[in-house]
């Protein structure tokens, strides 16, 4: 799918970058000179017309573009087995008994025991894409796992059972 994205240039205050939804709404990103930045919404029958902008301080904006970035990340993943018979991506969650919690992810030895990948844990509202071997678990966490249903089903057990 294309998605229109329209680039304004705002004299002596910086670039407003546009992106228009299917439904021909307007969302507009405002990177002023200053550094400063401004998400905003835009009247449909009016393309000049803000109806509404929100300051965003710099972690105000990283903290959004990574909850963006993780769910398109995650929604791509779940679209797998769609496009790949025999794959298959599931959540699991870390019951909040395990005995994994505390612990590194790498000691779930998740990929040598269940031919299964853990690509993201879902902790709150923050995502953790590609965890590293030495990620921390938390109770809580949600693990997203790609494999074979009988790989996801294993490491299901041994999330549950923990580590031996």
């Given amino acids: ?15 407003r970058n546009d992106v228009i939804t299917a ?7 405002v990177s002023q000179r200053s550094g400063e930045r401004d998400i905003a919404l835009f009247d449909i029958d009016d393309p000049d017309a803000s109806t509404d902008t929100v300051a965003l301080t710099d972690d105000e904006a990283a903290a959004l573009a990574e909850l963006l970035g993780a769910s398109i ?14 794959l298959f991506t599931e959540e699991i969650s870390l019951p909040f008994d395990s005995k994994f919690i505390g612990r590194p992810m790498g000691h779930t030895k998740a990929r040598t025991l269940t031919s299964s990948s853990i690509v993201a844990i879902a902790r709150g509202t923050e995502i953790i894409p590609s965890p590293t071997p030495d990620v921390l678990l938390e109770s809580g966490d949600v693990i997203v ?20």
Avoid: F, N, Y
Avoid at 75 to 83: A, F
């Fill in 23 to 29: 439904s021909g709404r307007r969302v507009s990103v």
């Fill in 73 to 86: 990340a995650l929604s791509r993943l779940s679209g797998l087995s769609e496009k790949i018979p025999g």
């Fill in 1 to 15: 799918m294309t998605v229109r994205i329209e680039r304004v240039d705002l004299p002596g205050i910086g670039v």
């Fill in 145 to 164: 796992a790609v494999g074979t249903r009988q790989g996801l089903d294993k490491l299901s057990k041994l999330i549950d059972r923990g580590p031996s």
